[in-house]
């Protein structure tokens, strides 16, 4: 069974940095891009990043752009997402999704306020 | 970037009512489609992708159509469960843009 789990959400300050981890298990992880999907509270989806499988494409948001890093270890099957520079508008329940979207974590939740 | 305008944003229906949602892009996407639902506190889940394609295990009162830009979602007989909220999402061109949501609730 195809799991995903995220972690390393919490309260930060503005200006702050914090990483997100998605451990990723029940399938070959290195052949599949991954995704960073993120909802606000009460808000709709926002795709936010996407890595291919070695790691040779990577995409951002305009929104995220300069300020999050997407990144994968296949020897330990995890995805990361280090954002730094957080916002207030970047608070949300951040989800990793494996592609095709049909696998998805718990989601994390990132709070950014003073 | 693909401007996916979904309608409508809230909608009440009967059970048994037949319920459609629709989703319009800012240019062709190639059937790039996918529909999600979504309940309250948990991920997204897929029902329907390449536009018109039942995911396994989604029961086949759920449904999806179009081409080009214009694509729509149907359920063919609300049932209780089916309260959720539901979006669409094109995978044609990066950035990968959702719809806005329909929150769809009984009457």
């Known amino acids: 069974e195809v799991q995903l789990v995220e972690s390393g959400g919490g309260l930060v300050k503005p200006g702050g940095s914090l990483r997100l981890s998605c451990a990723a298990s029940g399938f070959t992880f290195s052949p599949y891009s991954m995704n960073w999907v993120r909802q606000a509270p009460g808000k709709g989806l926002e795709w936010v990043s996407s890595i291919s499988g070695r790691s040779s494409y990577i995409h951002y948001a305009d929104s995220v752009k300069g300020r999050f890093t997407i990144s994968r270890d296949n020897a330990k099957n995890s995805l990361y997402l280090q954002m730094n520079s957080l916002r207030a508008e970047d608070t949300a329940v951040y989800y990793c999704a494996r592609s095709g979207y049909r696998n998805w974590g718990q989601g994390t939740l990132v709070t950014v306020s003073s | ?107």
């Open chain 2, 1 to 107: 970037d693909i401007q996916m305008t979904q309608s409508p944003s809230s909608l009440s229906a009967s059970v048994g009512d037949r319920v459609t949602i629709t989703c319009q892009a800012s240019q062709a996407i190639n059937n790039y489609l996918n529909w999600y639902q979504q309940k309250p506190g948990k991920a997204p889940n897929l029902l329907i992708y390449d536009a018109s394609n039942l995911e396994t295990g989604v029961p086949s009162r759920f449904s999806g159509s179009g081409s080009g830009t214009d694509f729509t979602f149907t359920i063919s007989s609300l049932q209780p469960e089916d309260v959720a909220t539901y979006y669409c999402q094109q995978y044609d061109d990066l950035p990968y843009t959702f719809g806005q949501g329909t929150k769809l609730e009984i009457k």
